[in-house]
């Protein structure tokens, strides 16, 4: 039996160790794009201008890109450590994406990185684009890969369980990868790390026109971001839509979090703007509605309804029951894997097998559980409603913000006169950690919303992790929270010392000094 | 013939646009607009710069010209 304890603080640490990974892939994902924009303006124009705002840019995303490595290779082998039922139960599936990302986008983007960064003298301009659009794709790709990775926990298609080895197989390479999970999450996150980018790049233009330093790097820049942030801004939130329909099918119990949905309601249902859920009510106190907005955003109809709560536990309660067998046979195959009636028995209850592991954690002997041990697995299957509902309506805040403020940032850059906005200067440089804090909002809702389950329906959570010792959990939480505080301190002080460096002035990262006079100011 | 490289060049990638699109199009649209969508934020953004460019550059001439805005 697991200790809960250990369960806990091995969550703990993926989500420690996985948001502030997450800190430096959106930044890496839109930046290198941001990049190969500057870029092909330079190798269209031959302006040298273009050139030194892509070596700059580079230079940021260099020191971003190796924080980002540093701190996702160690993710990799988390998996094994700390969820080894986990990578055991689904290794041939979810190990697939993960190899791919290894062999092919990483090698790749590695790779080119170092060519893009050391290059400049040694590749003609159009051969030295073709590498910065490669190490675009590249990181593009290797977000691709992971998640469809995680869209396969979400939602898992492709695979089944075979009782013979105890472990999920994959039976579609093309199902894994063109899970519907997949792409709305790889397209809505990806293009998020374009806005992450857009927000970054203005903020620190903005910082420069501010004190009239590098002042035509600076408006270029601006008016680059601007233009792909706001393009960005459109999709993101379009796409975060399409991400809401995909989800709302495939994991209902999530969108009943999402929205503080306790019980089932006629149509059209009403959208809570904001609500105090209590969990142990099951309702939701000091509520503001907006009539009719929740059918037409989920379902994209007036007649849609959504399961509440109520109807969500009601239904656990029958696949738990209907899971029992499941489990009673895996563990006669288990002792006597030629046994045929167990293997019929298991197929007939096959897909709710994960529903019987749910009420091992109150019942070791399934067939002895009782009433309230069942109740109470079926209450499991619905997670943390009140993180989940406010992350995302901290997700959707902060996008309609960004939206706006390139809306406003479009007309002035337009207009050639933001460098005399102060105020919305000013107003850019305090936007730089919103999509930060917007892109580790969405990861709260996506993988807080995913509980009780590391696979969605299969596998609980409680199952998945390693045994390991209470004590050696806190140590190595301990360790990442040491080292990855060393780790933020050299970022940001790297950042900001080639921010208030700015461009030309110091050597590295491919920078051309016969392009780089001294600074303006 | 650098002429009739490039045509080949550019039949080349209308033709792997359009067979990704065929291929994409029923299974993996997410995909697809991804690819578009990226290319076209990638080219608007670039021509942005090169609108702000000619702006200074029509600026600039407005002032030699002493009838600047």
Redesign the interface.
Request: positive net charge.
């Given at each position: 039996m697991h200790d809960l304890n250990v369960v806990d603080l091995s969550r703990l640490q993926f989500a420690l160790t996985a948001l502030y990974h997450y800190l430096f892939v959106p930044l890496t994902l839109g930046l290198s794009?941001?990049l190969?924009?500057?870029e092909?303006?330079y190798v269209?124009?031959r302006?040298p201008i273009?050139r030194q705002m892509t070596q700059f840019w580079g230079k940021l995303f260099l020191i971003n890109f190796a924080l980002g490595v540093a701190t996702g290779l160690t993710m990799e082998f988390e998996f094994g450590t700390n969820w080894s039922f986990y990578s055991s139960f689904v290794g041939d599936i979810f190990g697939a994406p993960l190899a791919i990302e290894g062999l092919m986008a990483f090698f790749m983007e590695s790779t080119f990185v170092g060519l893009m960064a050391f290059g400049w003298e040694r590749l003609r301009p159009g051969q030295h684009l073709a590498v910065t659009y490669l190490v675009a794709l590249g990181s593009?790709l290797s977000a691709l890969w992971i998640l469809v990775a995680n869209a396969f926990m979400q939602s898992p298609v492709g695979a089944h369980f075979n009782p013979a080895t105890m472990r999920m197989e994959l039976s579609s390479l093309?199902a894994l990868?063109?899970n519907?999970d997949a792409?709305?999450k790889?397209?809505h996150t990806?293009?998020a790390g374009?806005v992450t980018a857009a927000i970054f790049v203005t903020g620190v233009s903005a910082f420069y026109l501010l004190r009239k330093r590098h002042v035509d790097l600076a408006?270029?820049s601006f008016?680059?971001?601007?233009?792909?942030g706001v393009?960005?801004t459109i999709?993101v939130i379009t796409?975060g839509d399409?991400l809401g329909f995909v989800g709302a099918q495939a994991q209902p119990t999530k969108l009943a979090a999402m929205e503080a949905l306790w019980t089932t309601e006629k149509a059209p249902m009403p959208f809570n703007l904001v609500a105090f859920p209590s969990q142990s009510e099951q309702t939701n106190h000091g509520t503001l509605q907006v009539p009719y907005a929740l059918s037409l955003l989920v379902t994209h109809s007036l007649d849609g309804s959504v399961p509440g709560v109520d109807q969500l536990e009601k239904d656990a309660v029958r696949r738990i029951h209907d899971g029992i067998p499941a489990v009673t046979a895996l563990k006669t195959l288990s002792a006597n894997p030629s046994d045929a009636t167990a293997l019929q028995q298991f197929k007939a209850h096959e897909k709710d097998l994960g529903y019987g592991f749910l009420l091992e954690r109150y019942a070791p002997d399934v067939t002895q559980a009782t009433p309230a041990q069942v109740n109470q697995a079926a209450r499991d299957t619905i997670p943390a409603v009140a993180p989940v509902f406010w992350s995302f309506r901290v997700m959707v805040a902060m996008g309609l913000a960004m939206l706006a403020f390139f809306v406003m940032a479009v007309i002035y850059?337009?207009r050639?006169n933001v460098q005399d906005k102060r105020w919305f200067l000013k107003l850019a440089v305090w936007m730089i950690p919103v999509p930060f804090l917007a892109n580790e909002a969405g990861w709260l809702v996506a993988e807080l919303g995913r509980q009780p389950w590391t696979v969605y329906e299969m596998l609980p959570t409680w199952m998945s992790a390693s045994t390991h010792s209470l004590g050696y959990m806190i140590f190595s939480i301990t360790g990442f929270v040491l080292l990855y505080t060393v780790f933020i301190v050299v970022e940001m002080y790297l950042m900001v010392r080639a921010i208030r460096t700015g461009p030309g002035t110091s050597p590295g990262f491919g920078e051309d000094a016969r392009l780089n006079p001294a600074p303006e100011a | 013939m650098k002429t009739f490289l490039l045509f080949l060049l550019y039949m080349v990638l209308a033709v792997l646009v359009i067979l990704m699109a065929i291929l994409l199009g029923n299974s993996g649209a997410w995909y697809f607009a991804w690819l578009v969508g990226t290319t076209m934020i990638v080219l608007i953004a670039a021509a942005g710069a090169s609108l702000l460019d000619t702006q200074d550059e029509h600026a600039a001439q407005g002032a030699t010209h002493g009838d600047s805005p």
């Open positions: 794009m941001l190969a924009a500057m092909t303006v269209v124009t302006k273009y593009n093309p990868i063109f519907h792409q709305a790889f397209v990806s293009i374009f408006r270029r008016r680059m971001a601007a233009l792909f393009l960005a999709g796409l399409a850059t337009m050639n | -």
